[in-house]
């Protein structure tokens, strides 16, 4: 990874129990100003966050907006930070612990910039798809250094980004749900799962009560 920007406030959750979160960040390309409407829009850029040799590499959608009040650790649009913030970030490093992955993963997003909503600037919108093939360069040389086993795709557009990669198109990302695809230009193994934010919803349709 060209570049590292490294905080020194705290790297560990401050309640028990929590997943430890990273200290620093890897910078592919510090002011990039690709995307016109993201760089007007954004605090910081949110680059990847996690061991550079990881065997796992989970790739959100885009950053959330996060807390300016939050400590400097936490992840979002105002530390800079991937796949760290409260929510959904918490919620996917709690299952790769519980699998013993979570010192052994690579967090980052389809997206490295906060997509705010032009109507309500705290709140997103879904990346474009000109801003999702513009930032796939920064994935794929992620992708690159870290030459990981898998890549754990996190809903459908983070989904839709890797595969695009490939040359190939989603169909039906439900029915895509956790069943291994080989892509071959990537040399890697593609599992898509559902969003964070999505799971609860999906199975309490899929399983009332």
């Not at 790739?59 to 907006?65: K, R, S």
């Not at 230009?185 to 599992?191: C, F, H, I, T």
């Amino acid at each position: 990874m060209p570049a590292s920007d490294a905080d020194t406030n705290g790297d560990t959750d401050s309640e028990a129990g929590e997943p430890v979160y990273p200290t620093s960040r890897n910078v592919l390309a510090a002011d990039c100003s690709r995307c016109p409407a993201l760089a007007d829009a954004r605090e910081c850029i949110s680059w990847g966050t996690g061991d550079c040799d990881a065997d796992i590499v989970v790739v959100g959608e885009a950053p959330g907006y996060g807390n300016p009040d939050a400590e400097r650790w936490r992840g979002g649009n105002w530390t800079g930070k991937a796949y760290t913030s409260r929510h959904s970030g918490r919620r996917i490093r709690r299952l790769l612990e519980r699998l013993g992955y979570d010192e052994d993963a690579y967090y980052t997003n389809a997206v490295k910039c906060f997509p705010a909503d032009p109507d309500d600037p705290s709140t997103n919108r879904e990346p474009t798809a000109d801003e999702r093939a513009t930032c796939r360069t920064h994935l794929l040389a992620e992708l690159e250094t870290i030459d990981p086993t898998v890549v754990l795709a996190t809903g459908k557009h983070a989904t839709t980004s890797v595969l695009a990669a490939e040359g190939r198109d989603l169909e039906g990302f439900l029915d895509s749900v956790l069943e291994p695809v080989w892509c071959a230009r990537l040399d890697v193994w593609l599992v898509p799962i559902l969003h964070p934010s999505y799971q609860n919803s999906w199975l309490n349709s899929m399983y009332p009560c």
